[in-house]
Nanobody, 122 residues
């Protein structure tokens, strides 16, 4: 059974930082590309960042603007999202997901975590 478990969310003031982690089990991690998505209340789920299975390719949403960094530790079956200079509009539930097809489209992701709440206060 595939499980993706996110952690690291919380409440932070604008300008602060958080590091999200996503631990995978039940799948061959090194053969999957990994992505982060987010969903704010009343909004659709949107792409945040993705990293290829060797870590050599990364993609970011335009709104990231150099503030976030996605990385992976294959020895730990874990993907990370370092978020700096957080803004109130970054408030959302953040999900990690796994795919065999590197993509910005959530429909291409086969496995999902339960999400972790990130709240940025102004």
């Amino acid at each position: 059974q595939v499980q993706l478990v996110e952690s690291g969310g919380g409440l932070v003031q604008a300008g602060g930082s958080l590091r999200l982690s996503c631990a995978a089990s039940g799948l061959t991690f090194i053969t999957h590309h990994m992505g982060w998505f987010r969903q704010a209340p009343g909004k659709e789920r949107e792409f945040v960042a993705a990293i290829s299975w060797l870590g050599g390719t990364t993609h970011y949403a335009d709104f990231v603007q150099g503030r976030f960094t996605i990385s992976r530790a294959d020895a730990k079956d874990t993907v990370y999202l370092q978020m700096n200079s957080l803004k109130p509009e970054d408030t959302a539930v953040y999900y990690c997901a796994a795919t065999k097809q590197l993509s910005r489209d959530y429909v291409n992701y086969n496995y999902w975590g339960q999400g972790t709440q990130v709240t940025v206060s102004s």
